[in-house]
């Protein structure tokens, strides 16, 4: 379960996103040889990529690549998981949900689901 990490990812992603945020959405793909995620950041009423969000705040690129390799370390799965990806959902005020995906998820189902 990814569900020990939520915070250590929630602060990574809040290192480089401004800080006017409303909603983060991430996704991430994993299998037992590599992880894949990306995420969005919701600020007056927008969506931005992560790259994006980045830019807004002034982070270096390097800096971003840090922070995505620190991302996709936290949201490797565990070797007994029988989970294919996970979605983590953040709102402002705090609440947060995950949900596994058991099946291959399309992009656009994804982005319809979740950037809302």
Known sequence: MIENSVEEIFDAILDICPSNW?????????DDTHTEMYFYVKCGGRY???????????????????????????????????????DLVIDGDGSFEINYNYAPIDDAEWEKKYLV
């Not at 409303?22 to 994993?30: C, G, I, N, S, V």
Request: hydrophobic share 45%.
């Open 22 to 30: 409303e909603r983060l959405a991430l996704h991430a793909d994993a």
């Open 48 to 86: 931005y990529t992560s790259e994006e969000a980045a830019m807004l705040c002034g982070v270096s690129l390097d800096e971003l690549t840090d922070a995505y390799r620190n991302i996709i370390l936290l949201c490797e799965k565990p070797e007994e998981a029988e989970w294919l990806g996970f």
